[in-house]
């Protein structure tokens, strides 16, 4: 497994009330084997308080749920889908297996618990081989459709190992350990940061100058999120996005209405572009902390005379 991705983590869930000796906490044990062998890291809950409780501390990849009920109690079991539905309001699309020693169809039967789990296995027919394969295939689509398109490239590039012969000169972090402050920061941040820390030219990235590769994935990926027809990658920042878009949208004695309390690369814009400013004031509380633009100032009629008075 890539030193460059992070470990992938399944909760395995064992109820306390699950004999130690059954079969079915065997089959668990060798699954969880299975995992380990894989290079996966195993966490696990012996009630469903503490499954909760890992569930908001952290992330995961996988839960893995045992269950060992009668027909009765998982048809009627509401823990277990309350501790899914926390996790998928954390984590939505995290693959969600069962371990059952009884038949499926008595975990079928109970629709809410079925519609929160990806796959259902009886520890009587499946093998803890065949099981570990499937959660990590599942963990790795996970981890595909939940990292961004530019940062997952960047990564599998990072995996290549390859010298860099461009900028920056600090050829992935290891010009830095050349003196004791400069070994001091390398040791601070990590090997990863560095090594990722690379200009445009990366041929195999795309480019940001052409919009192609992996820079216009991410632009179509950020487009698709924000409902919006085009996305564009900006490399100068909040300030110098904001003075652009404007240069975009104004010209020479356009009008643009302004919170008054904007920020100074608003005005840079404003400067720029030659469009005169309608400023909105915002109102102040009895400490004079800045608030919201009040209605009455919002109103068309006011907007419209104060743009005849900026004319």
């Not at 998928?88 to 079925?114: G, H």
Request: net charge negative; charged share 25%; glycine share 6%.
């Amino acid at each position: 497994m890539s030193n460059n991705f992070s470990k992938m983590r399944t909760l395995v869930v064992e109820p306390q009330h699950i004999e130690e000796h059954s079969y079915a906490a065997r089959a668990t044990s060798a699954l969880v084997k299975e995992l380990n062998d894989r290079s996966i890291e195993i966490v696990t809950a012996t009630s469903y308080e503490d499954a909760m409780a890992v569930i908001m501390a952290t992330q995961i990849d996988s839960l893995v749920l045992t269950l060992e009920k009668t027909e009765e109690q998982i048809v009627n079991s509401t823990e277990e889908v309350e501790l899914l539905m926390a996790l998928q309001e954390r984590q939505a699309e995290v693959p969600v297996f069962l371990l059952a020693e009884r038949a499926r169809t008595s975990i079928l039967a109970n629709r809410k618990l079925m519609e929160r789990v990806h796959e259902c296995y009886s520890v009587l027919e499946d093998t803890a081989d065949f099981v570990a394969g499937r959660i990590v295939a599942a963990m790795k689509r996970y981890r595909d459709q939940v990292v961004p398109p530019f940062m997952k490239a960047m990564m599998e590039y990072n995996d290549i190992h390859e010298y860099s012969w461009s900028a920056p000169g600090h050829q992935g972090g290891i010009g830095f350990t050349k003196t004791p402050a400069g070994n001091q920061f390398y040791q601070f941040y990590g090997e990863n940061l560095f090594r990722t820390d690379m200009g445009i030219e990366r041929a195999s990235l795309g480019s940001l100058l052409d919009h192609t590769g992996a820079f216009k994935d991410s632009e179509v990926e950020a487009a698709k999120i924000f409902g919006a027809h085009e996305s564009y990658s900006g490399i100068v920042g909040t300030s110098g996005s904001n003075r652009t878009i404007m240069q975009a949208c104004l010209k020479d004695d356009d009008i643009a209405i302004i919170d008054r309390n904007c920020h100074k690369s608003i005005e840079q814009g404003l400067i720029l572009t030659g469009a005169r400013p309608v400023y909105m004031t915002p109102t102040r509380n009895c400490y004079g902390i800045i608030g919201p633009i009040s209605k009455s100032t919002m109103a068309a009629a006011n907007i419209e005379k104060m743009i005849a008075e900026a004319r």
